[in-house]
């Protein structure tokens, strides 16, 4: 199961996810909520990671779907509180290159300005 | 795994049609031959995470999600560790040609890294044909240290 919530501080779209990215139900989930962000016309996304306990290689997929589809808006999708689990899984994948990753949410928050 | 007189491997098969809907039943099961094998937690989880991706290739690439066609999950597990078989009733592929996931051409592709997971989180991945069709994936984990 995968829960997701959506808040905003200033223009950043902050989505909290808790639960598991994976195919089926979990990647859907994740795709719908945010291209809903982007229809809203939110740029600044901001990924809380913290409550994720799983991530396989479809998840994976949605993630780097989304940077995409953030990036091609002219935004800007950033990584906040990755569990160590979940930043193993980028490391291997060499993707932890790519995303940004805040452990503050402030910082995090921020570095959009 | 209790008993002077337990045979040294045990064997458990399981059967599923092609649905993503069983990958979550195949996980669980391989998650607890996985910690009776003697893996922690942690690994056991990691274990399962790779047998999933070899069973969604399975159904996705190799049974093309067609339900009449079965995918076939054999263990096998003694002290040593634990070895997993997947086998789909496809056509067969080469993984060979399968792009690394990790070249930078590659790193914002949103598919092709089911086998690469196998493989970061598995001693052994191999890959051949079935004489009597489909492809089988085997997957092997050993304990790595264990008390005496």
């Not at chain 1, 990647?27 to 901001?46: P, W």
């Not at chain 2, 092609?18 to 937690?41: K, P, Q």
């Not at chain 2, 009733?89 to 399968?98: E, I, L, M, N, Y």
Request: some cysteine; charged content about 25%; proline content about 4%.
């Amino acid at each position: 199961m995968l829960h997701i919530a959506h808040r905003t501080f200033g223009d950043v779209h902050i989505l909290d996810i808790e639960g598991r990215i994976t195919i089926g139900e979990g990647t859907l989930h994740f795709r719908e909520a945010v291209h809903r962000v982007l229809q809203q016309g939110g740029r600044n996304v901001l990924l809380n990671l913290a409550g994720v306990t799983h991530m396989d290689s479809s998840g994976i997929g949605e993630l780097v779907s989304a940077y995409t589809a953030v990036g091609n808006r002219g935004g800007c999708l950033k990584l906040l509180q990755v569990p160590p689990r979940i930043r193993e899984v980028l490391t291997i994948t060499k993707l932890a290159t790519v995303f940004e990753i805040f452990e503050d949410e402030a910082a995090a928050v921020e570095s959009f300005r | 795994m209790r008993g002077d007189k337990a045979p040294e491997t045990y064997s458990i098969s399981l059967s599923v049609a092609s649905g993503f809907e069983f990958v979550e039943l195949v996980e669980a099961v391989t998650t607890t031959l996985a910690r009776l094998t003697g893996f922690d937690e942690e690994t056991a989880m990691w274990i399962s995470m790779a047998v999933r991706e070899a069973v969604i290739n399975a159904i996705k690439h190799g049974n093309k999600e067609d339900r009449q066609k079965r995918v076939e999950i054999q263990y096998a597990f003694n002290h040593d560790g634990l070895s997993i078989c997947v086998r789909d009733q496809g056509s067969g592929f080469d993984p060979s040609q399968v792009p690394n996931p990790l070249d930078p051409e590659n790193l914002l592709k949103p598919t092709g890294r089911g086998i690469f997971y196998m493989k970061a989180f598995m001693d052994e991945v191999d890959f051949w044909s079935s004489p009597t069709g489909g492809t089988i994936v085997r997957l092997r984990k050993k304990i790595r240290s264990r008390n005496p």
